[in-house]
């Protein structure tokens, strides 16, 4: 699949629940996805873009007045991100 891969995708989930097979979305590095996890995929696209994904709050629209927290998330995300990169 190596050369199929074109970009690189982050979202933190963790499983919960009878048997774990639910899954809750949490903020990067708090789940299953882990700073060597993250390395790996990266040791396999030499060079591509990285989206992440803040899905915590969940899919629908956030009013204005409660944007706040979810600009929060995100920058907390970036920096968890920005660490594991430099490191």
């Known amino acids: 699949m190596r050369p199929y891969l074109r970009s690189v995708y982050l979202k933190d989930t963790i499983?919960?629940?009878e048997r774990k097979k639910s899954f809750k979305?949490?903020?990067l590095g708090e789940g299953l996805v882990s700073r060597d996890l993250f390395?790996?995929?990266l040791l396999a696209i030499q060079q591509a873009p990285i989206s992440?994904?803040?899905k915590y709050f969940g899919q629908d629209p956030i009013p204005i007045e409660k944007i706040g927290p979810v600009i929060q998330a995100d920058r907390h995300d970036l920096?968890?991100?920005r660490n594991w990169m430099l490191s």
């Open 15 to 17: 499983r919960y629940g």
């Open 25 to 27: 979305d949490v903020p």
């Open 39 to 41: 390395k790996e995929a």
């Open 52 to 54: 992440f994904h803040v």
């Open 79 to 81: 920096a968890t991100l």
